[in-house]
């Protein structure tokens, strides 16, 4: 068990809809990853967040948005939702500084979301 | 354009034996380097690192080599053991983590 927690656990959906996915960081841990793994696919990253503020910025949609809450839960907004986006959702943490340097990551269970 | 590559997406290994997973990389400016692993139905789970100033770390039977001149990495489990199946990720970092497309190792008793 990683400590990183995610909701729900799977998801079915249909094209066109929205969904949250939500994560609660390991204690202490002040950066939230979101990542995308399709079929066959490496995680491919999404977005960070680091104590409420947006850090770096990876292969997200315009689509797709993210925000951290005061308590450092995250949560990930996908919407207009296409076949193409079904795929597994893993949330991460880290305890980094603050600083640009990625320190070890703790990953979530994933949610899977399935678009029909 | 797949800065991080692992060429081989599937190995099996006997019992007992070395485990040797390759990863390569292009991104020159990658400082820190991350092995994962990761079983059905559940995250990644972080297994190794090593840094950039680096070319050996060990941890038990876990070793990751790092040749930077080639812009190479490997994961080296010695002896493997049956709870070692699962798929392997190799990442890299700069500002973010990039991950390669993973390998899955059978040990085979």
């Known amino acids: 068990d990683s400590g990183v927690t995610q909701t729900p656990k799977h998801l079915i959906t249909a094209t066109g809809q929205r969904v949250t996915l939500r994560c609660s960081p390991r204690s202490g841990d002040l950066s939230v990853y979101w990542y995308q793994q399709s079929l066959d696919q490496g995680l491919q990253f999404l977005i960070q967040?680091?104590?409420?503020?947006?850090?770096a910025k990876g292969n997200i949609l315009e689509r797709f948005s993210a925000q951290q809450f005061p308590d450092l839960h995250s949560e990930l907004n996908l919407s207009s939702l296409e076949l193409g986006d079904s795929a597994l959702y893993f949330c991460?943490?880290?305890?980094?500084?603050?600083?640009?340097?990625?320190?070890?990551?703790?990953f979530g269970p994933g949610t899977r979301l399935t678009v029909t | 354009d797949q800065q991080v590559k692992q060429n081989s997406p599937s190995l099996s290994v006997q019992e007992g034996r070395i485990s040797i997973l390759n990863c390569d990389y292009t991104n020159s400016m990658f400082d820190y380097f991350l092995w994962y692993k990761k079983y059905p139905a559940e995250g990644p789970t972080f297994l190794i690192s090593i840094s950039s100033i680096k070319d050996k770390n060990e941890d038990g039977r876990f070793t990751v080599f790092l040749n930077k001149s080639a812009k190479h990495l490997s994961l080296h489990i010695v002896p493997s053991q049956p709870g070692d199946s699962a798929v392997y990720f190799c990442?890299?970092?700069?500002?973010?983590?990039?991950f390669g497309t993973g390998t899955r190792l059978t040990i085979i008793p």
């Open positions: 991460a943490s880290s305890r980094d500084t603050g600083g640009l340097t990625v320190y070890e990551q703790y």
């Open positions: 990442a890299a970092a700069d500002e973010k983590l990039t």
């Open positions: 967040y680091y104590n409420g503020e947006e850090r």
